[in-house]
């Protein structure tokens, strides 16, 4: 039995609507967004994507989409813009249909900020390290609430106290009670100050 045409009229319209609803939430979405044909060429573009792109609607519809695609994968990329600065984006692509054929939605997140950052406590790691290593002295790291969590030492052999008795344990609980009364106040005093302190004490393996 053939389809009337008020039956083809009505799928018609409904196709028009889903594809109207898809349109208007994708274009609302405030990350970057493409649909992208079976062929690979892009056929719709939200506001997000022209801004983070840097050009006009119609130089990217109808064009080939410039990453290759992998639905249900993340993966980084980096966007050249023509007269302002690349930027590293997140890409996400997922399967969809598109006026009633398969297609690709691709989300794009710019995320240059975020791995500058990571980049710059990278090498300030990496800096922190070599400034530790090339130290002549013996160091002992503690965090904000005394607590040993690293040491650095030419020889371990000179450390107060094998490792294994100091670090995960607090300031406090590890030195005798006249140790913590000289270094308890130069350590506070270095916490709220953000300066080196300097104070004198003899330490005693046989007094831990």
């Known amino acids: 039995m053939l389809p009337t045409n008020r039956q083809s009229h009505r799928g018609t319209g409904e196709l028009q609507a889903s594809t109207a609803q898809l349109r208007s939430i994708i274009g609302a979405l ?92 990278g090498e300030s790691e990496e800096r922190s390290q070599a400034l530790l290593h090339a130290f002549p002295d013996m160091l002992y790291l503690l965090d904000r609430m005394g607590e040993f969590i690293g040491y ?23 030195f005798p009670e006249e140790h913590v009364e000289v270094l308890r106040p130069l350590f506070d005093l270095a916490l709220k100050t953000r300066q080196p302190q300097i104070g004198d004490t003899v330490l005693r393996i046989d007094n831990l």
């Open 30 to 121: 405030p990350d970057a967004a493409f649909v992208i044909d079976k062929n690979g060429s892009v056929c719709f573009v939200n506001p997000a994507a022209l801004d983070l792109f840097n050009l006009p609607a119609d130089s990217l519809l109808g064009k080939p989409f410039a990453f290759g695609l992998s639905p249900d994968k993340v993966k980084q990329i980096q966007i050249t813009r023509p007269r302002i600065k690349n930027v590293i984006a997140e890409m996400r692509t997922v399967e969809t249909k598109w006026s009633g054929q398969p297609a690709y939605l691709v989300l794009l997140r710019d995320i240059t900020e975020r791995v500058s950052t990571e980049q710059a406590l």
């Open 152 to 174: 650095q030492a030419q020889d371990s052999s000179l450390l107060f106290a094998p490792p294994s008795r100091f670090l995960g344990r607090r300031l406090d609980d590890v």
